[in-house]
Nanobody, 133 residues
Framework: QVQLEESGGGLVQPGGSLSVSCTAS????????VAWFRQAPGKEREGVAA?????????????YYSVSVKGRFTISRDNSLNTVYLQMNSLRPEDTGVYYC?????????????????????WGQGVQVTVSS
């Protein structure tokens, strides 16, 4: 079992950059797939990026991105710190929302699987990201 806590976020102008972090408590964090979801007011929660568990000791698993953020967002992890990062560049007003990280022991291999909220049991409380001039 893991507990997740997001940090970072805030207000940024369109075209700017921002980073959010997700730090986990618990053991064997490298065995967990981790994803970032976001939810805008009145909209469903959307998976934007995910990183699979390590494929081998010290070998990071693959990453997955939604079409809406591919090429602009980068997910990464530092298992020594039990932390996953989401670097967001070229931000747009439509990127505004509460960003949640989620984790679970996952067995899938597709982006649809990793970006589905149904596959995650552990969630953080969320952090606000606002893109506005």
């Amino acid at each position: 079992q893991v507990q997740l806590e997001e940090s970072g976020g805030g207000l940024v102008q369109p075209g700017g950059s921002l980073s959010v972090s997700c730090t986990a408590s618990g053991r064997y964090f490298d065995h967990y797939g981790v994803a970032w979801f976001r939810q805008a007011p009145g909209k469903e929660r959307e998976g934007v990026a995910a990183i699979a568990a390590d494929v081998d000791e010290g070998v990071l698993g693959p990453t997955y991105y939604s079409v809406s953020v591919k090429g602009r967002f980068t997910i990464s992890r530092d298992n020594s710190l039990n932390t996953v990062y989401l670097q967001m560049n070229s931000l747009r007003p439509e990127d505004t929302g509460v960003y949640y990280c989620a984790a679970d022991r996952l067995l899938g291999v597709t982006d649809g699987y990793y970006l589905s909220a149904l596959n995650y049991d552990y969630w953080g409380q969320g952090v606000q990201v606002t893109v506005s001039s």
